[in-house]
T-cell receptor, first 112, second 113 residues
Framework: GENVEQHPSTLSVQEGDSAVIKCTYS??????FPWYKQELGKGPQLIID?????GEKKDQRIAVTLNKTAKHFSLHITETQPEDSAVYFC???????????FGKGTHLIIQP | DSGVTQTPKHLITATGQRVTLRCSPR?????VYWYQQSLDQGLQFLIQ???????AKGNILERFSAQQFPDLHSELNLSSLELGDSALYFC????????????FGSGTQLSVL
């Protein structure tokens, strides 16, 4: 089955700086790559996703890039703000009934 | 608010007991997924239902079972509970199975003492 590795497990950046979280996946059949943000006491919330026919997608301060050849994808957050502090999960899916395989998460800490 | 409702928010019980977790999907979503979240294992897929039928099983223990009812709500039953079953249990829904956006509920925190 699919295996998703996510790095780093913890990332601390200064407010206003950029943050990058990286994931690799194992199954070349995977074609859907979402990113979720989980705040304390809440469920994961979809923030951005990308399909395998696209190399990059941007939504305001967040962007995701996908390298199908290398089987890795990254989340980029620019001009970080205190409300960006959360745990971020990457995931991959090939469209099977078992849905998404998640990475183990990155705890992003924004230092004031 | 994702539109997915989970009850109860917290559940405290003893080893050997049985509990039921409930999930109502977003309006219009036919597919329901159950995930277990623990600190060391991350988000683990348990089971998926689509329009009342089981579609896929993940790392679900035999002591655990689930079902989806005609009104599309789902229940996850956990029996013969062990200390290691303590975790956050999330339900998610999507319109159809496959590469679709999943919307998660706020979870049920299960503590087995």
């Amino acid at each position: 089955g699919e295996n998703v590795e996510q790095h780093p497990s913890t990332l601390s950046v200064q407010e206003g700086d950029s943050a990058v979280i990286k994931c690799t996946y194992s199954d070349s059949a995977s074609n859907y790559f979402p990113w979720y943000k989980q705040e304390l006491g809440k469920g994961p919330q979809l923030i951005i996703d990308i399909r395998s026919n696209v190399g990059e997608k941007k939504d305001q301060r967040i962007a995701v890039t996908l390298n199908k050849t290398a089987k890795h994808f990254s989340l980029h957050i620019t001009e970080t703000q205190p409300e960006d502090s959360a745990v971020y999960f990457c995931a991959a899916s090939w469209g099977g009934a078992d849905g998404l395989t998640f990475g183990k998460g990155t705890h992003l800490i924004i230092q004031p | 608010d994702s539109g997915v409702t989970q009850t109860p928010k917290h559940l405290i019980t003893a080893t050997g007991q049985r509990v039921t977790l409930r999930c109502s999907p977003r309006s219009g979503d036919l597919s329901v997924y159950w995930y277990q979240q623990s600190l060391d294992q991350g988000l683990q897929f348990l089971i998926q239902y689509y329009n009342g039928e089981e579609r896929a099983k993940g790392n679900i223990l035999e002591r655990f079972s689930a079902q989806q009812f005609p009104d599309l709500h789902s229940e996850l039953n956990l029996s013969s509970l062990e200390l290691g079953d303590s975790a956050l249990y999330f339900c998610a829904s999507s319109v159809v199975p496959g590469t679709e956006k999943l919307f998660f509920g706020s979870g049920t925190q299960l503590s087995v003492l």
